[in-house]
């Protein structure tokens, strides 16, 4: 069993639709990470989240992680297809580990 | 500011053989992180090494193994290679903070190594 499970696992969608990604776990973490990673390169941090119930905004994307601190949303407004990518959510465990769930690969069409 | 850069970008072993990956740390960072991604999944902890020393290992064999050096870069290395073996070796940089925790994780763009 995964720490983290991530839904769906692809996601294909037409430029300027809204789409939401979900992250979920039965452990409680003192904050998660999202990150993009596009073909060929590593992944870029895009937003830490740390308390229950936060909402943080990025332009288009809006970050919520759930107020038992279990869970986390990824929600883009209006698509493009320079948000095409695979988004991952991770967390810090011990010894400096961090933890990736499988991702979304996301697919935006112009 | 330098960001991490790795080296090779891709690499094509036969079964058995051994490999080097080599990663440079982003400046002013004192840790780095190893991760190897398999197509299709997220990337998979194998070690970390702060102050030339291993801090922390994921559920991988001894055949994995590496250093950190005083400038912060690093290598990893990978003895009796196996077709399992092919995926993307990430390194990701970070600094161990005082009051414990790390600073987010900075990748590199990877390695791409294909085990014939």
């Known amino acids: 069993t995964q720490l983290l499970e991530q839904s769906p696992q692809f996601l294909s969608i037409q430029e300027g639709e809204n789409l939401t990604v979900y992250c979920n776990s039965s452990?409680?973490?003192?904050?998660l990470q999202w990150y993009r990673q596009e073909p060929g390169e590593g992944p870029v941090l895009l937003v830490t989240?740390?308390?229950?119930?936060e909402v943080k905004k990025l332009k288009r994307l809006t970050f919520q992680f759930g107020d038992a601190r279990k869970d986390s949303s990824l929600h883009i407004t209006a698509a493009q297809p320079g948000d095409t990518g695979l988004y991952l959510c991770?967390?810090?465990?011990?010894?400096?580990?961090?933890?990736f769930g499988d991702g979304t690969t996301l697919t935006v069409k112009p | 500011e330098t960001g991490v850069t790795q080296s090779p970008t891709h690499l094509i072993k036969t079964r058995g053989q051994q490999v080097t990956l080599r990663c440079s740390s982003q400046?002013?960072?004192?840790?780095v992180s190893w991760y190897q991604q398999a197509l299709g999944q997220g990337p998979q902890f194998i070690f970390q090494?702060?102050?030339?020393?291993?801090?922390g290992r994921g559920n991988f064999p001894p055949r994995f193994s590496g250093l950190q050096f005083p400038n912060y870069s690093s290598e990893l290395n990978v003895n009796a290679l196996e077709l399992d073996d092919s995926a993307l070796y990430l390194c990701?940089?970070?600094?161990?903070?005082?009051?414990?925790?790390?600073?987010?994780?900075?990748f590199g763009n990877g390695t791409r190594l294909t085990v014939t």
């Open positions: 990701a940089s970070s600094l161990l903070l005082t009051l414990g925790g790390n600073s987010p994780l900075h």
């Open positions: 452990s409680v973490f003192s904050s």
């Open positions: 989240v740390v308390t229950g119930g």
């Open positions: 991770g967390v810090n465990t011990n010894a400096g580990k961090s933890t």
């Open positions: 400046s002013g960072h004192n840790t």
């Open positions: 090494y702060y102050r030339e020393e291993e801090n």
